[in-house]
């Protein structure tokens, strides 16, 4: 079954330091999201990425966050200048399709996760 | 802004009980997400919601929408342990104007950490 990669798995990171995560959404899907879990809370969105430019964004994702495509298969969240409030599991999703009738297309899947903590 | 709440956050159970975990939203939404996250790992998709009186089973969960009251049950039929987890509902954002027509987010409900004892 296809399935949305992340790496690294985990990283650790200091103070201040710029991390890049990276996905690889599945492969016919159109529609790229990262959300970020603090451990023992709930999971939040970030931003939503299509047609090569950010869709929507939330409070949390400021001017110290991007989202890019590098190429055709990878997709990027670059935290800049990283702060221990960072520390969190970041998940990538992706999905076919959004806000039409068809069930499966609607269907957003996540991948396993990176675990971000900043010292 | 769009709040999600569940309950209970946390219920432990017998294997074999039913149960039903709640998941009200505060805003009009056209679909709703049930996930499962086990320790550590990711989410996994249960259900999408995309309609009021949607029902859609699999297994021993199954997932009901009312559009009108704002709600989703999630009900958990003869519970055995391997169904313990965290579940979480989630709802699509209204979009803002900084939207271009894409994809929204979800927002999340807290999580209902579910154990299933034998």
């Known amino acids: 079954e296809p399935e949305v990669t992340q790496t690294p798995s985990h990283q650790v990171t200091q103070m201040g330091q710029e991390v890049i995560l990276r996905c690889v959404p599945i492969?016919?899907?159109?529609?790229f999201y990262w959300y970020r879990q603090i451990l023992g809370q709930k999971v939040e969105f970030l931003v939503s990425?299509?047609?090569?430019?950010?869709?929507?964004k939330s409070e949390i994702f400021d001017d110290q966050f991007s989202v890019e495509r590098p190429d055709g298969s990878n997709f990027t969240l670059k935290i800049r200048s990283t702060k221990l409030e960072d520390s969190a599991m970041y998940f990538c999703?992706?999905?076919?399709?959004?806000?039409?009738?068809?069930?499966?297309?609607?269907?957003?899947?996540f991948g396993e996760g990176s675990w971000l903590t900043v010292v | 802004e769009l709040k999600v709440e569940q309950n209970p956050l946390f219920l432990s159970m017998q294997e074999g009980k039913n149960y039903t975990i709640y998941c009200n939203y505060s805003?009009?939404?056209?679909?709703l997400y049930w996930y499962r996250q086990d320790p550590g790992k990711s989410l996994e998709s249960l259900f999408v919601?995309?309609?009021?009186?949607a029902v859609k089973q699999e297994g021993r969960l199954m997932a009901s929408l009312d559009t009108k009251a704002r709600l989703s049950t999630l009900h958990i039929t003869a519970a055995v342990h391997d169904l313990s987890a965290t579940y979480f509902c989630?709802?699509?954002?209204?979009?803002?104007?900084?939207?271009?027509?894409?994809?929204?987010?979800?927002?999340f409900g807290k999580g209902t950490h579910l154990i299933i004892q034998p």
């Open positions: 492969s016919n899907h159109l529609y």
């Open positions: 805003t009009t939404s056209d679909r």
């Open positions: 999703a992706s999905s076919e399709s959004f806000g039409i009738a068809d069930l499966s297309g609607n269907t957003i899947y």
């Open positions: 990425f299509y047609n090569n430019e950010i869709s929507e």
């Open positions: 919601l995309l309609s009021n009186g």
């Open positions: 989630a709802v699509d954002m209204e979009t803002r104007a900084y939207s271009g027509g894409g994809a929204d987010g979800l927002t």
